[in-house]
């Protein structure tokens, strides 16, 4: 799916996570993140210079979920973050608070922002249940490039990753990648070009597509409006 330097206008309602540079996901992880998204962050919010505890219960599984996601083991995560296996471990398994420093590191080694845990404010809920995603929840990423994408999916945590991903024109998603798994979208408004192994398409409103992901491929918007895709991708890669 998606590897995108992003930026553009997020969908009105939408919570906005400007992510740090899209960690290079993993040695083993899809390239998918690696190979063009590169993000740079915004100052997370109640970050600052303050190391307050922060007092959310669901971090440490919502971390847990990113670096599976990523394809990181804990050893990858401490080297990127600087803190030690111990500690990130305790934390994945709730038996640690972090300080809003720790999770501002933490974070940007995932290739998202403190506000990534946050989105819904300070003392917000999981998202109904792990069931249900309500639209003034959706998790924003936005790239450099002219992408914002926006998760449609709860958590990683399950073998289904929806993504709702917002194109200006003239953006694209960085060279060809693979990953392991398998993805397939619509195109919901405008024009994608698409380019799957040695296979080039152009798809308008209501078309759709599906591939093996350890085909390389890329995509961008031809177009001179906004190009806006929903993906579904297995195993969640994003």
């Known amino acids: ?55 959310l219960d669901w971090i440490g599984p919502e971390i847990k979920s990113l670096r ?50 946050f989105p819904h404010g300070e003392s ?26 926006y998760l449609l999916s709860p958590n990683l945590s399950g073998q289904l990753e929806l993504l709702w991903s917002v194109m200006a024109p003239g953006s694209d998603s960085g060279d060809a990648y693979q990953h392991r798994g398998e993805e397939g979208g619509v195109v919901i408004r405008g024009t994608l070009e698409l380019w799957v192994g040695e296979q080039h398409f152009v798809l308008e409103e209501g078309d759709s597509f599906t591939f093996e992901s350890h085909t390389p491929h890329r995509y961008r918007n031809p177009g001179s409006t906004p190009t806006e895709i929903v993906w579904v991708i297995t195993p969640p890669s994003y």
């Not at 809920?125 to 914002?148: K, M, N, W």
């Open 1 to 55: 799916m998606p590897v995108h330097k992003k930026s553009g206008n997020a969908p009105q309602g939408e919570t906005a996570v400007q992510a740090t540079p899209r960690v290079q996901r993993a040695p083993a992880a899809s390239t998918r993140q690696s190979a063009a998204r590169k993000k740079t962050p915004a100052a997370p919010r109640g970050a600052g210079s303050s190391d307050e505890a922060a007092p």
């Open 68 to 117: 599976k996601a990523r394809g990181l083991s804990l050893q990858d995560l401490s080297a990127l973050c600087g803190k030690s296996i111990g500690f990130l471990s305790q934390l994945e398994r709730g038996k640690s608070k972090p300080t809003i420093g720790a999770l501002h590191d933490v974070a940007a080694a995932l290739g998202v922002q403190v506000s990534w845990f």
């Open 124 to 149: 917000a809920e999981p998202s109904d249940g792990g069931v249900v995603v309500r639209r003034e929840r959706r998790r924003q990423l936005t790239f450099d490039s002219g992408i914002a994408d």
